[in-house]
């Protein structure tokens, strides 16, 4: 399992500041520990989405017991639903939610670029219609921060513009508007207990990314996000941009992949320095009846799994797979019995955690090389077997 963290109860803060201590490194992967005021963050580590304040199908409790050292909220569903002046008169989001470790919120900026045809950028801000009831609404980088202060998360993100990542003229625009809200966000934060990260953007683009660290890790922010991949370009095309950010941002922030999830682009990030990643894909994958493994993905709608007494992965240790069959969580997929949604979601989260958890582990002890060798080597046979 992952190392305990201290257990606090919901809303009650500790002293400590925002400082990252830099444990260890293996070629350009990184072990180190981020201070915020709800515990340390042990990076690299994955955090699982709570996008409405809740992360769907698992309680607090069990993700505590999964060992989740960071969870997301998102500021654009909260300011519309349940509104974030009524969090804040609710105590914040840990106290409304009843976890009390850190929490991240995004502010935003992605899911006004998933609306599309609903929104209207300019250099002031974003107009959009909810997606919920079409009403108008305005994010303004100020509007962002201050959503974001009454949500009290430890982690809080810029508002940024995430461009199409192949147009080069979009993104040159975006990228001025990203640094422009940038500076308005530092001005407009006002809460010491809030980290602010920035958010690196530019698409594929190297000279833009570059531009885009080196303007940004000089505004002295408590980390960088890496936003607007795994949206379109190809896993080549990631894993060349972050090779790039790599020697570009300061080796004293913690560095956060936005949105990617899946368990070989967690080995591919951690390789390329970056300490902390997010996504939604183990509990919609859950949903959709699908486990994540090392090895690769298993649909349990699928027949043969009806007969199949073996665990969802032999030598997983969640509690999905040390109490259940495949056949058993088959049988309640069929059934459209609830069950299955968490018996997939903590196993799928348990994959993730467990695995940044493990990469941490073979940093610290100097054998990343061939944790990666093995790894890769599972995935193979697996494809070989199937």
Request: negative net charge; aromatic residues 6%; glycine residues 8%.
């Amino acid at each position: 399992m992952p190392a305990s963290l201290p257990d606090r109860a919901a809303g009650e803060p500790s002293p400590q500041p925002f400082t990252f201590e830099l444990q260890a490194t293996s070629g350009r992967a990184r072990a180190g520990l981020f201070h915020t005021p709800h515990g340390p963050i042990l990076t690299p580590a994955f955090a699982p989405v709570g996008t409405q304040a809740t992360v769907k199908a698992v309680t607090p409790d069990q993700l505590r017991e999964l060992g989740a050292g960071l969870i997301l909220a998102n500021a654009y569903h909260l300011y519309l639903r349940p509104g974030d002046e009524r969090v804040a008169e609710q105590g914040g989001l840990h106290r409304f939610m009843g976890w009390g470790g850190p929490i991240l919120t995004d502010s935003g900026g992605f899911q006004l670029f998933s609306l599309a045809d609903q929104r209207t950028v300019d250099d002031e801000g974003v107009s959009f219609r909810s997606h919920l009831d079409g009403s108008l609404h305005r994010f303004t980088p100020e509007k962002a921060i201050a959503v974001q202060e009454n949500l009290g998360a430890d982690i809080t993100m810029a508002l940024d513009e995430c461009a199409e990542p192949l147009d080069r003229a979009y993104n040159e625009q975006a990228l001025a508007r990203t640094h422009a809200w940038a500076l308005r966000c530092l001005q407009a934060k006002t809460r010491p207990d809030q980290a602010l990260f920035a958010i690196v953007q530019g698409g594929i683009f190297i000279d833009l990314r570059l531009q885009s660290a080196e303007f940004l890790s000089g505004l002295g922010t408590p980390g960088l996000a890496i936003g607007g991949l795994s949206v379109g370009e190809s896993k080549g095309q990631m894993h060349a941009v972050l090779e790039a950010l790599h020697p570009a941002l300061p080796p004293d922030r913690p560095r956060y992949l936005m949105g990617v999830g899946a368990p070989e682009d967690l080995v591919e990030g951690v390789q390329r320095g970056v300490d902390l990643f997010d996504s939604v894909l183990p509990t919609r994958m859950a949903r959709n009846d699908a486990a994540l493994t090392r090895a690769g993905r298993l649909n349990l709608r699928n027949a043969p799994y009806a007969d199949d007494e073996r665990p969802i992965d032999p030598e997983c240790g969640c509690y999905a797979c040390r109490h259940f069959s495949r056949a058993y969580l088959r049988h309640l997929i069929i059934a459209h019995e609830m069950l299955s949604a968490t018996l997939l979601s903590i196993h799928n989260l348990h994959t993730l955690i467990q695995l940044t958890a493990d990469l941490r582990l073979a940093i610290l002890q100097g054998r990343l090389a061939q944790f990666v060798h093995a790894f890769q080597d599972q995935r193979v046979q697996a494809e070989v077997e199937a």
